[in-house]
Nanobody, 117 residues
């Protein structure tokens, strides 16, 4: 059973930075797609960023130029560097790891990010 363990959330002032990490435990295969989603208070979960095995990335328009997704394939770990944070970035952030055709699809437990002065 693969589990995703997230870390790095917290409270930060507007304009600040945070780095989220998500590691897959008990994983013995190379994961195709890794990504981050978020769910703001009272809203639906939305895509933040994704990165595939070879390194190609995709970002939501609202975070382009501020967030950077990266991965370490040797550790089956995905990172999200968040800079210039805004109050509207406040949400529970979830990591996701899945196969090309969703033959596997795993979610982290979520980590709270709060941007407030």
């Amino acid at each position: 059973q693969v589990q995703l363990v997230e870390s790095g959330g917290g409270l930060v002032q507007p304009g600040g930075s945070l780095r989220l990490s998500c590691a897959a435990s008990n994983s013995i295969f190379s994961i195709y797609n890794m990504g981050w989603f978020r769910q703001p208070p009272g809203k639906q979960r939305e895509l933040v960023a994704t990165i595939i095995r070879r390194g190609s990335t995709d970002y939501a328009d609202s975070v382009k130029g501020r967030f950077t997704i990266s991965r370490d394939n040797t550790k089956n770990t995905v990172y999200l560097q968040m800079n210039s944070l805004k109050p509207e970035d406040t949400a529970v952030y979830y990591c996701n790891m899945r196969g090309l055709r969703y033959e596997y699809n795993y979610w982290g437990q979520g980590t709270q990010v709060t941007v407030s002065s």
